[in-house]
RNA sequence: GACUUUGUAGCUCACCUGGUUAGAGCGCCAGUUUGUGGCACUGGAGGCAGUGGGUUCAAGUCCCAUCAUAGUCCCCA
């Protein structure tokens, strides 16, 4: 093995032009859906200041933001015995003031601060933008990998949730997915467990445990809430609940009863009921598809961080890959940056995970992988240079074309390239052709040949 | 931060309990075909076995360290 091969960063990937055909595939259709919703294009840079990241993300969460070394000579402002003194957090913020971004939403928010006199609200982005992580990689997760956010700022309005839902369902139809869920839940609703099992001093680690239990099974999810402190009783009362099956009406039905005293669950149970009865609404319009993949689900629990209202998840049926969307509600996206009250709603989709999901389910189109259709070849200089003009014709008559850029004694090497790459024609000249004004056209995969006027070229390729 | 896996040709991998010049397939180059790719056949190039130590008469093979790798836990997308 050469001593010298270079490598990548662990946790990294090259997207090759086979991959990358795809990855756009999905882009693009994401793009279209966001973009027909009203949303706006955004893009932040790749680092932001260190001190505008740190302590959103929590201790874990500090801990694994690349931080980039200052230029120049980082040491000249630390005292000599900086290492031992300051200790490895303190001297990190004198040595690197930027750091690579964690996720879009804290740059956003960045953004909205600075901006906020002069956007309109409520404000709609989108955001497709690597983000980076220093953890430990594992299967689909990696310390780069690209997000796709979608934010409303500005407006507590149940119509963007709404919207959200049909914006999944745009989006994974396009991509001809067509057996997911969209699981929905509210925090509020959450918190009106909590608070019916007497366990609210303990709402972020049941949120925790039971964000779990599709992973690790329900009798784990009571095992660990134990552990953390949740009183036997609650848990006790917790297992029915979780348990609960039925559809949509029902659980609000069953629901309803449970909150009986509790008003942050009833304000939950308002906005669930909100929402339904938008998408009734969106359902008069012709051609609504019949079915929102919606599945309410009250163990749907995202973790601990900010959300407040309604959460998302999406999940595929029939692949490996854990969720490919989810969002989420927020009273305070900024509050962190001193601007209080401003609300919003978005979601994202990990499109990591969705090309696993679509080459899983073998959903990607043959022409997503296209390149090149057309190579010339040249036998010789004169020919070569005839070739130039066709060349360039062909181009602007639309048609992706290469002219094999040099001239080879044998032509088996330019005709193993067309054939490598999958070029479907060659467009041959030599003396012959040049003599009376023609290429020889050959259909790689077929096989067949012919002879073609120079100045029908372009109308020929257009019947193919 | 903790643990585990793997590291041999450009790529995917063999080499059984340590024993001569380390193999295969694919790819690459050349030829059979002096203006025609794929298919077939023939030939060729390409390796100090991640790196550094150690044990041994003898190490790709055993031991230690180190680096890289991808996976599990934590957490997250």
Request: glycine share 10%.
């Given at each position: 093995?050469?001593?010298?091969?270079?490598?990548?960063?662990?946790?990294?990937?090259?997207?090759?032009?086979?991959?990358?055909?795809?990855?756009?595939?999905?882009?693009?259709?994401?793009?279209?859906?966001?973009?027909?919703?009203?949303?706006?294009?955004?893009?932040?840079?790749?680092?932001?200041?260190?001190?505008?990241?740190?302590?959103?993300?929590?201790?874990e969460?500090?801990?694994?933001?690349?931080?980039?070394?200052?230029?120049?000579?980082?040491?000249?402002?630390?005292p000599?015995d900086?290492?031992?003194?300051?200790?490895?957090?303190?001297?990190?913020?004198?040595?690197?003031?930027?750091?690579?971004?964690?996720?879009?939403?804290?740059?956003?928010?960045?953004?909205?601060?600075?901006?906020?006199?002069?956007?309109?609200?409520p404000?709609?982005?989108?955001q497709?933008?690597?983000?980076?992580?220093?953890?430990?990689?594992?299967?689909?997760?990696?310390?780069?990998?690209?997000q796709?956010?979608?934010?409303?700022?500005?407006?507590?309005?149940?119509?963007?949730?709404?919207?959200?839902?049909?914006?999944?369902?745009?989006?994974?139809?396009?991509?001809?997915?067509?057996?997911?869920?969209?699981?929905?839940?509210?925090?509020?609703?959450?918190?009106?467990?909590?608070?019916?099992?007497?366990?609210?001093?303990?709402?972020?680690?049941i949120?925790?445990?039971?964000?779990?239990?599709?992973?690790?099974?329900?009798?784990?999810?009571?095992?660990?809430?134990?552990?953390?402190?949740?009183?036997?009783?609650?848990?006790?009362?917790?297992?029915?609940?979780?348990?609960?099956?039925?559809?949509?009406?029902?659980?609000?039905?069953?629901?309803?009863?449970?909150?009986?005293?509790?008003?942050?669950?009833?304000?939950?149970?308002?906005?669930?009921?909100?929402?339904?009865?938008?998408?009734?609404?969106?359902?008069?319009?012709?051609?609504?598809?019949?079915?929102?993949?919606?599945?309410?689900?009250?163990?749907?629990?995202?973790?601990?961080?900010?959300?407040?209202?309604?959460?998302?998840?999406?999940?595929?049926?029939?692949?490996?890959?854990?969720?490919?969307?989810?969002?989420?509600?927020?009273?305070?996206?900024?509050g962190?940056?001193g601007?209080?009250?401003?609300?919003?709603?978005?979601?994202?989709?990990?499109?990591?995970?969705?090309?696993?999901?679509?080459?899983?389910?073998?959903?990607?189109?043959?022409?997503?992988?296209?390149?090149?259709?057309?190579?010339?070849?040249?036998?010789?200089?004169?020919?070569?240079?005839?070739?130039?003009?066709?060349?360039?014709e062909?181009?602007?008559?639309?048609?992706a074309?290469?002219?094999?850029?040099?001239?080879?004694?044998?032509?088996?090497?330019p005709?193993?390239?067309?054939n490598?790459?999958?070029?479907?024609?060659?467009?041959?000249?030599?003396?012959?052709?040049?003599?009376?004004?023609?290429?020889s056209?050959?259909?790689?995969?077929?096989?067949?040949q012919?002879?073609?006027?120079?100045?029908?070229?372009?109308t020929?390729?257009?019947?193919?």
């Amino acid at each position: 093995m050469n001593k010298n091969q270079p490598t990548r960063p662990d946790g990294t990937r090259d997207f090759s032009p086979e991959v990358m055909a795809k990855r756009n595939y999905i882009l693009q259709t994401i793009r279209a859906v966001y973009q027909r919703y009203g949303f706006l294009p955004l893009e932040t840079p790749a680092m932001e200041n260190l001190d505008v990241l740190t302590g959103k993300y929590g201790d874990e969460g500090d801990q694994l933001i690349f931080k980039i070394l200052n230029s120049g000579d980082f040491l000249k402002d630390l005292p000599a015995d900086a290492v031992t003194s300051m200790g490895s957090k303190k001297m990190a913020s004198k040595i690197a003031g930027k750091a690579l971004r964690y996720d879009l939403t804290v740059p956003f928010a960045r953004y909205v601060v600075m901006n906020r006199g002069t956007l309109t609200f409520p404000f709609k982005r989108y955001q497709i933008q690597p983000v980076w992580r220093g953890d430990r990689p594992q299967k689909g997760r990696y310390r780069e990998f690209y997000q796709c956010d979608a934010d409303v700022v500005g407006t507590d309005s149940l119509l963007c949730e709404a919207e959200i839902i049909l914006m999944i369902n745009e989006v994974l139809g396009k991509l001809g997915v067509q057996n997911f869920q969209v699981k929905i839940n509210h925090r509020q609703i959450l918190n009106g467990i909590a608070e019916a099992i007497g366990a609210m001093d303990k709402f972020s680690d049941i949120c925790v445990g039971i964000d779990k239990l599709d992973k690790i099974g329900l009798d784990k999810v009571m095992q660990e809430l134990a552990d953390r402190g949740v009183s036997g009783e609650s848990i006790a009362q917790l297992k029915p609940i979780l348990a609960f099956e039925g559809n949509l009406q029902e659980k609000l039905t069953y629901l309803t009863t449970l909150f009986e005293n509790s008003p942050n669950g009833q304000k939950g149970l308002a906005d669930m009921r909100a929402i339904t009865q938008m998408l009734n609404s969106f359902a008069q319009a012709k051609d609504f598809p019949t079915d929102l993949h919606i599945d309410f689900d009250l163990t749907l629990a995202r973790g601990l961080s900010y959300y407040t209202g309604a959460i998302f998840e999406v999940k595929v049926e029939g692949v490996q890959v854990g969720s490919i969307s989810g969002g989420g509600r927020y009273d305070d996206l900024t509050g962190a940056f001193g601007v209080p009250d401003l609300p919003g709603v978005g979601f994202s989709f990990g499109i990591d995970r969705l090309y696993d999901a679509l080459e899983e389910l073998n959903l990607f189109p043959a022409e997503a992988t296209v390149a090149t259709q057309i190579l010339m070849i040249g036998f010789d200089e004169a020919s070569f240079a005839y070739c130039l003009p066709y060349l360039y014709e062909l181009r602007q008559a639309g048609f992706a074309t290469e002219l094999y850029p040099t001239v080879e004694k044998k032509i088996k090497k330019p005709m193993s390239y067309a054939n490598n790459r999958g070029i479907p024609f060659a467009v041959l000249a030599g003396s012959d052709e040049m003599q009376v004004g023609e290429f020889s056209v050959k259909n790689m995969l077929s096989g067949e040949q012919q002879r073609v006027k120079a100045g029908e070229l372009k109308t020929f390729f257009a019947t193919k």
